[in-house]
């Protein structure tokens, strides 16, 4: 499961820039294509979050869609899964969107 280790990762990241201050509210931008479950990644960070600066901090993760550029045609298409096809037909894109995960925001008490 690698939620759990996400998780850890930006708890550690979080509590590190939040020093003695108390985090109420972390703001995540994660790409659909990353193949993270958001439920997952809610439930360990909340397990990681416990007895940190962190404890009892909301998750807000915000969605981002994926886009890829068609190699064969230069279309670009909006894709929701890695497994996605272009218009043509073709198989071959290049992802411009959909794979970051990326801390965009904390709210400190």
């Not at 198989?91 to 904390?106: C, F, V």
Request: some cysteine; aromatic content about 4%; charged content about 25%.
């Amino acid at each position: 499961m690698h939620e759990l280790s996400l998780a850890t990762s930006i708890v550690e990241a979080c509590a590190a820039r939040a020093g003695d201050a108390r985090v109420c509210r972390v703001t995540l931008e994660m790409g659909r294509l990353t193949c993270v479950s958001p439920h997952a990644l809610r439930f360990c960070f909340e397990l990681c979050a416990d007895g940190t600066p962190l404890a009892g901090a909301a998750l807000d993760i915000v969605e981002v869609r994926g886009r890829a550029r068609c190699r064969a045609c230069g279309d670009e298409q909006t894709l929701d899964d890695l497994g996605g096809a272009c218009g043509c037909g073709s198989y071959d894109l290049h992802w411009l969107a959909g794979e970051e995960l990326r801390i965009k925001e904390m709210e400190l008490l």
